[in-house]
């Protein structure tokens, strides 16, 4: 049998200290357990009285969820009532649009035109967008925008098919962007076949990349078959969420150029000659 010593004591005390401190710990763990699971319990099953739109019938449940026309709740007896919003009282509706907010939906981002210009964008938008434009440069000083206004100050950074290409705009009524236009420099007849003809090609590669397969294509149109003054389109893109993109040749008096047009307009294919 082991000898009890006096100095033995100490350690008795610590030993019994610990074991004690442990099972202290543990209880406070439980306790705190038990806590946590009665709020979450709480938390989850609130039971409160919801009344009628007109507020003379009250019925007891737990809000289970909602969608934009009506809410869930859990009855006592354990089955579940759909009620529509407007049938329950404005206070009711109230807690409920304050207490679970219906998640807002993101607005999809509006389509754009080119580059990052949308149809609608004001004078201003679309200066402040294409200042910033990795894809076109202003070719005049700022000061002088206001005195030019912005057809033909914005060119493309890139030559397409060794031409350069400027921007025109139309507005509508209310000073929104309703068209956009890229127009080459004007050439002579004798550029036709040649620096025009490869520039219309790259036009087109470039469109494909963006939008697709067009809806409609044909030949350059014939130079003889350009009036002065006109457009004459030989491919049509249809984008989804914009309008319609047109690529063809036009006439400036004796000159020529190649243009491509952006417009609202659903434009319908047409038969070509």
């Known amino acids: 049998m082991k000898k009890f ?10 030993e019994l200290s610990s074991s004690a401190a442990g099972c202290v710990h543990l209880r406070l763990q439980s306790l705190l357990f038990l806590l946590l ?6 938390l989850q099953a609130a039971p409160r009285p919801w009344k009628s739109a007109n507020g003379q019938h009250t ?23 759909a009620i529509p919003f ?22 999809p981002a509006q389509a754009t035109v080119f580059d990052q210009l949308v149809f609608g964008d004001t004078r201003d938008q679309v ?5 910033t434009s990795k894809f076109v440069e202003l070719t005049v000083a700022e000061t002088f925008l206001g005195r030019t206004g912005l057809n033909g100050v914005f060119r493309t950074r890139q030559k397409i098919g060794n031409l350069s290409a ?3 705009f139309d507005w509508s009524d209310a000073g929104g962007l309703k068209e956009l236009t890229l127009q080459t420099e004007s050439l002579p007849a004798a ?31 014939a130079i003889e078959s350009l009036a002065e003054g006109s457009f004459f389109p030989s491919h049509l893109w249809t984008i989804e969420g914009v309008g319609s993109a047109l690529l063809g ?18 434009v319908q294919p047409v038969a070509l000659p």
Not at 127 to 131: A, D, F, G, Q, V
Not at 198 to 211: G, H, K, R
Not at 249 to 266: C, L
Request: proline share 6%; with cysteine.
């Open 191 to 221: 550029a036709y076949h040649t620096d025009l003809e490869q520039c219309w090609t790259a036009f087109i590669s470039l469109l494909v990349s963006l939008y697709g397969k067009p809806v409609q294509k044909g030949p350059m149109p």
């Open 86 to 107: 407007d049938q329950l009282h404005p206070d009711d509706r109230a807690w409920v649009n304050d207490n679970h907010p219906l998640a807002r939906a993101k607005k």
């Open 59 to 81: 019925i007891q449940g737990e809000f289970l969820k909602r969608d934009a026309t009506s809410i869930t709740l859990r009855l006592s007896n354990g089955n579940d009532l």
């Open 37 to 42: 699971l009665a709020a979450a319990s709480t």
């Open 249 to 266: 040749t036009a006439r400036d008096g004796g000159n020529y150029q190649i243009v491509v047009r952006f417009t609202q307009k659903k």
């Open 166 to 168: 400027m921007l025109n």
């Open 127 to 131: 200066t402040t967008k294409l200042k």
């Open 5 to 14: 010593e006096p100095q033995m004591i100490p350690d008795k005390i610590k």
